[in-house]
């Protein structure tokens, strides 16, 4: 989605002038429930060496060419002496090597190079490329040869070591193993278990097992390691019930969250009214934005453009622009998201001109259309069967480079098509087709049942 030069906003008035609009799409809300969590740190990217002048990565899994290879540098006085360096080779080989030959080289560079001192992140590369194979054995054997050998060397498991293990289980699909190996090291070596790792096994969990297992999981946890669920933890809970929208099963695990001490924050808000938004319960959204600001949490701009939009959905347009308000009083400034939320709901209703009038709005207050923006327009005037303006409106989206959304796309045509302008229904498709809006399937896919729909509307009298 190309950016809208500037030049063309300005355009937005003078269509509204000509009575015609210019805008938006069906926005999606769900793109600002995205929360950037915290994540435990473990392994950083590796560079090849601080020194520009030097680089030599393992391309081969073949032992006796590694060891060349190491050898090589002994003799070599541009070989970096930094820890560094070291680490990137022993990366490079154990992402492609076994994990036995693996051990091999490792020790063989402790021998061979003298300024080699492995630390914990060494083995920490080790236990993360533990299972590359694509047999069908559990890695659990593999990671735990990895921690004796951590152990043997003075490096005893500890949080961070703990987290790549489970990460790399989990990666291979042996999240059961990754819960047992969890409980049987923390019995065996007294390792805590961290929230970053308990939460990411969770998240884990409720992406590929049924809830009825996430929350066994949960309980076995809860005893064998002593870790209960905190506020991430419930967030998680109630983000993946919503998603499934099961918004019952969400309100009593917001009620569980208060049971047990927490205070639920604006996401956990926020991640509860996406749900109640998704199913259209616009009374439900009300309800709980209220009860949000009773007690005291602040709703943020997603609270707001989630509570616009459902409303918008529903059908609620005035009771949205009222929240508009609320929104400024509050110094929260409406974004794009905001504005085509309710520009939706307008052309929902039939209001095209109402929404061009609020794209005039959304521009003087410095707020820039996006193409989601002006797709909604576009598919709300030809709707509206205004095609000398959205047609108008198509030519700023040209000559502005922005791709058409499939919606507003079909309404495009059997508007053009009904009232017999096929010359430039072509023309629409012709840029669908440049621009790579739509694969080439479903543009002459949708051309083709718009001139079949045609043909048949002519023959009963109901297209020019």
């Known amino acids: 989605m190309g950016k809208i030069p500037a030049c063309l906003r300005s355009t937005a008035t003078q269509i509204l002038k000509n009575t015609a609009q210019s805008q938006p799409s069906k926005p999606s809300p769900s793109s600002h429930f995205s929360r950037s969590n915290k994540k435990l740190k473990s392994i950083k990217p590796l560079k090849p060496s601080l020194n520009p002048n030097f680089s030599s990565p393992i391309t081969s899994p073949n032992l006796s060419e590694a060891k060349t290879l190491i050898n090589s540098l002994i003799s070599n006085p541009k070989t970096p002496i930094d820890l560094q360096f070291h680490n990137s080779l022993l990366h490079s080989y154990s992402s492609i090597a076994p994990l036995h030959d693996c051990f091999d080289l490792f020790n063989h560079m402790v021998k061979t190079l003298p300024c080699f001192s492995p630390d914990r992140s060494s083995f920490h590369i080790l236990l993360s490329h533990s299972f590359n194979s694509k047999t069908s054995h559990s890695p659990v054997p593999h990671v735990c040869r990895v921690l004796d050998f951590m152990a043997s060397h003075g490096f005893p498991p500890d949080p961070v070591t703990v987290d790549i293990a489970v990460r790399v289980l989990c990666r291979s699909g042996y999240d059961e193993d990754a819960v047992k190996f969890v409980t049987e090291l923390h019995c065996k070596n007294s390792v805590t278990l961290d929230y970053y790792t308990y939460n990411f096994l969770v998240k884990h969990l409720c992406k590929n097992r049924s809830m009825s297992m996430v929350y066994t999981v949960i309980d076995e946890l809860r005893g064998s390691v002593g870790m209960k669920p905190d506020l991430v933890t419930y967030t998680i809970l109630i983000d993946n019930v919503c998603n499934s929208k099961n918004v019952r099963e969400a309100t009593r695990l917001l009620s569980e969250l208060n049971e047990n001490g927490f205070k639920p924050d604006c996401y956990v808000y926020n991640t509860v009214m996406k749900g109640y938004c998704n199913l259209s319960l616009s009374n439900e959204l009300v309800k709980l ?98 095609l000398d303006k959205g047609m108008e409106l198509f030519g700023v989206m040209k000559e502005g480079g922005v791709q058409l959304e499939s919606a507003s796309y079909a309404t495009c045509l059997r508007g053009l098509c009904r009232e017999g302008r096929v010359g430039e229904a072509y023309e629409v498709f012709d840029y669908a087709v440049e621009t790579k809006s739509l694969t080439d399937v479903a543009a002459y896919t949708t051309l083709e049942s718009t001139l079949k729909w045609l043909k048949k509307a002519r023959g009963q009298g109901l297209a020019v």
């Open 289 to 386: 934005y209220k009860k949000m600001t009773e007690e005291g949490v602040e709703p943020d701009i997603v609270t707001y453009n989630t509570l616009i939009f459902g409303l918008s959905k529903t059908g609620r347009v005035k009771e949205a622009r009222k929240y508009l308000e609320v929104m400024t009083k509050t110094d929260h400034s409406p974004d794009t998201v905001t504005y085509t939320s309710l520009m939706n709901g307008l052309c929902r209703e039939g209001d095209a001109m109402g929404a061009m009038r609020l794209l005039v709005e959304m521009e003087a207050n410095g707020c820039k259309p996006n193409a989601c923006t002006y797709n909604t327009l576009l598919n709300g005037l030809c709707k509206s069967r205004l």
